[in-house]
């Protein structure tokens, strides 16, 4: 089946500098990857998701890239602020009417004012 | 606003016992999750289902059942609780007709003592 990792498990930047979040997969035939934020006490929310047939997508300072032939995608915060605080989880998904995802580890995001 | 609503934040019980969390989605969604989230381990999917009454095993079903009686409802059941159960638990949902937003509740944190 398939299997999600990601890295770092914790990251540190200073508030504006850019924080980057990778992460690989295993099952050449997903197709959909996600990106979740989890603020504390709250539960994960979708903040960018990229398809298969998608390099990079774009979301104001948010962007996620995706390498089908090297199986691995990326988060990439710019010009971070202390509510970026939080963590994040990637995800793939192999299509099908279930909605069925696979988790990565998860990042804490710590941004230092 | 969409709101998928956890039965309990906090919940305490004694080894043995069985245990009930509820979640209730109010998004006319098809599709339910049960997640386990434990640190460095991310999500793992317990069970999910796709349709009232239908439900299948995720990746860690052991210890653990479901009910799906109405399409608004998603019971997890620890039959008989175990102290390697203590986790946070976080029940989502999801439109049918491929891969969408998963909406999450805001997690049930269990204590089996």
């Known amino acids: 089946g398939e299997n999600v990792e990601q890295h770092p498990s914790t990251l540190s930047v200073q508030e504006g500098d850019s924080a980057v979040i990778k992460c690989t997969y295993s099952d050449s035939a997903s197709n959909y990857f996600p990106w979740y934020k989890q603020e504390l006490g709250k539960g994960p929310q979708l903040i960018i998701d990229?398809?298969?047939?998608?390099g990079e997508k774009k979301d104001q300072r948010i962007a996620v890239t995706l390498n089908k032939t090297a199986k691995h995608f990326s988060l990439h915060i710019t010009e971070t602020q202390p509510e970026d605080s939080a963590v994040y989880f990637c995800a793939a998904s192999i299509e099908s009417n279930t909605g069925k995802l696979i988790f990565g580890q998860g990042t804490t995001l710590q941004v230092k004012p | 606003d969409v709101k998928v609503t956890q039965s309990s934040r906090y919940l305490v019980k004694r080894t043995g016992e069985k245990v009930f969390l509820e979640c209730v989605q109010d998004?006319?969604?098809?599709?339910m999750f049960w997640y386990r989230q434990d640190p460095g381990l991310g999500l793992r999917l317990i069970y999910f289902s796709y349709d009232v009454k239908m439900k299948e095993k995720g990746d860690i079903p052991e210890g653990y059942s479901v009910s799906r009686e109405k399409k608004e409802r998603f019971s997890l059941i620890l039959e008989s609780a175990s102290t390697n159960q203590t986790s946070m638990y976080l029940c989502a949902s999801s439109s049918s007709g491929g891969q969408g937003e998963q909406f999450f509740g805001p997690g049930t944190r269990l204590t089996v003592l």
């Open positions: 998004m006319d969604h098809e599709n």
């Open positions: 990229i398809r298969s047939n998608v």
